[in-house]
């Protein structure tokens, strides 16, 4: 497995997931972003997980900001699997950007979301995800991500 982060070359024609999903913004990777990681090396996944952090997780400028949206962009559109893991806390985690990226993402064939049962506010999400996909969302990460190497 390859982890893939922001402030890295987009890497490109392997398969790949991508981690979408609220960031912290405290200086260290997003938690759920690192148990992911470590339950797909559990599961020996082989492919590349685009992670839209950066490695030493410093804060960026708006010129940084433009830089990491473009790269997002970049990964989303070569990943094969965008998964949108919502742990939405209104203090900490509140994903507003996840919203928009949600949207626009949701009618590609790639999304698939779960939050914790105790995120906050994501009753739309959930209401969007099951008429748009026809699917419950996943409220258990790891089962999630089973359901994706599967796939």
Same mark, same amino acid.
């Given at each position: 497995?390859?982890?893939?982060?922001?402030?890295?070359?987009v890497l490109i024609d392997q398969p790949a997931i991508f981690l979408a999903g609220p960031t912290?913004?405290?200086?260290?990777?997003?938690?759920?972003?690192?148990?992911?990681?470590?339950?797909?090396?559990?599961?020996?996944?082989?492919? &590349?997980?685009?992670?839209?952090?950066?490695?030493?997780?410093?804060?960026?400028?708006? &010129? !940084?900001?433009?830089?990491?949206?473009? @790269?997002?962009?970049?990964?989303?559109?070569?990943?094969?699997?965008?998964?949108? @893991?919502?742990p939405r806390n209104l203090d900490n985690l509140p994903g507003l950007t996840t919203n928009v990226?949600? !949207?626009? @993402?949701?009618?590609?064939?790639?999304?698939?979301? !779960?939050?914790?049962k105790e995120a906050e506010k994501v009753k739309y999400l959930d209401w969007l995800y099951e008429?748009?996909?026809?699917?419950?969302?996943?409220?258990?990460?790891?089962?999630?991500?089973?359901?994706?190497?599967?796939?």
């Amino acid at each position: 497995m390859k982890i893939n982060f922001s402030n890295q070359r987009v890497l490109i024609d392997q398969p790949a997931i991508f981690l979408a999903g609220p960031t912290t913004r405290t200086g260290e990777i997003t938690e759920w972003r690192l148990e992911s990681i470590k339950i797909l090396r559990k599961m020996n996944f082989s492919g &590349v997980v685009y992670v839209p952090e950066y490695l030493d997780m410093k804060l960026i400028d708006d &010129v !940084g900001f433009i830089k990491q949206s473009e @790269w997002e962009r970049e990964a989303m559109e070569n990943a094969e699997v965008i998964l949108f @893991w919502v742990p939405r806390n209104l203090d900490n985690l509140p994903g507003l950007t996840t919203n928009v990226e949600f !949207g626009y @993402w949701l009618h590609s064939g790639k999304v698939i979301y !779960g939050r914790p049962k105790e995120a906050e506010k994501v009753k739309y999400l959930d209401w969007l995800y099951e008429k748009e996909t026809n699917e419950k969302p996943f409220d258990d990460l790891e089962k999630m991500l089973k359901k994706i190497i599967k796939k």
